[in-house]
């Protein structure tokens, strides 16, 4: 590894951020204060819900909405073969069966025709919308009507993504986004719930902090409270929405950083053979530009560790989105007997993908430099 190492994902955290954090911790209110109602508001705005609730992470998040919505044993949840292991462990963590979906080849995400083709009712269905391009939502959404089932978007990826003119988060009855480090922002750790169930959205912030009930008659004095449901510890700690809300401010330069570093890799790789590139706009979807996924054609899969090997003593990080299709993890594999061919899209993209940083780390330099490093290693790991 080299001492100038571009790092697939770094948090970019201007002074603003120190500041925030700095007020809080002096404040002594840690927790239950007034920086996190402030950070929903300002997050349900840019995304246009009409409701955002923080919560301690995206897998929270998911889960919290799933255990309100009554899935538990015997319900069954459509999920893309292709996604983080969180999306599938948030069903089954709830005793429900995760029914996995094989992908769209060309974009990575749920395939519409195949989830038509699952058969059994369906209680909810979960599009992750892949690496920040929105899934077909239209035809997901209508297929999801004829099971009778209400839609959980994965937003893990996908902040400011949008869909016919609507930003993802906004396109079901409820999605879930990620502000782990390395994502468009971050809050150090820590999630969001978005909706325009209103309804949802207050039995969300009661099951994120234990099923409390401070309404006990007329009385409303501190420390005495009541617990009328089950609940989880699931909240958001006032250091990280400070964090969030310092991001937020950030958030239009990341984008547009983003946007730029995209569009360097994409038209320096573009032309080279053997290698597919997912577009970042298809239909009405338009992506949020996590990533560029390089995916290697399968007569040249077979020298994606030698590349990797070559990024990474070049100085190029990288990742993998992602490494096997979750029914073939072992664990899901051998509870549901899911075997290699069960998912031939997601497998596909498994085996070939590289996944190349265009965070605003990157600058216009390093975003060139990855583009050059990458055709050098490709070519010397051709023939």
Known sequence: MT?????????????????QVRAVLKSGILVHGSVTPAFEAAFSERNGAKEAVAVSSCTAGMHLVLFVKGIGPGSRVAVPAMTHV???HSVELLGATPVFVD???????????????????????MPVHYLGLPCDMDRINAIAEEHGAFVLEDCALAVDSIYDQ????????????????????TSIEGGMVT??????AATLRKRRAFGYNRQLGERTRPGVYDVDALGFNYR???????????????LDGFQQARARNNSILREGL?????????????????????????????DCAGRRDAIMDGL?????????????????????????????????????IAEGAISLPVGPHLGEDGASRIVKTFRDVYSENQG
């Open 3 to 19: 001492d100038d190492f571009i790092p697939f994902g770094k948090p970019d955290l201007s002074e603003d951020a120190f500041d």
């Open 86 to 88: 969180a999306t599938a």
């Open 103 to 125: 992908v769209d080849p060309l974009t990575g995400n749920m395939c519409p025709e195949k989830l038509a083709a699952v058969g059994g009712k369906l209680d909810a269905v």
């Open 166 to 185: 609507k930003k993802a988060g906004c396109l079901g009855l409820a999605g879930s986004f990620s502000f782990y480090p390395v994502k468009h922002m």
């Open 195 to 200: 909706t325009d169930d209103s309804d949802l």
């Open 236 to 250: 958001m700690s006032e250091v990280e929405a400070a964090v969030g809300l310092s991001q937020l401010a950030d």
């Open 270 to 298: 573009t032309d080279l053979e053997g290698l597919h590139i997912p577009p970042d706009t298809h239909g009405k979807a338009q992506s949020a530009h996590y990533c560029l996924n390089v995916i290697l054609s399968p």
């Open 312 to 348: 990474k003593e070049r100085g190029i990080g990288f990742s993998l989105h992602y490494p096997g299709p979750v029914p073939l993890f072992t664990y899901y594999s051998r509870k549901y007997g899911y075997k290699s061919g069960d998912f031939p899209n997601a497998e596909r």
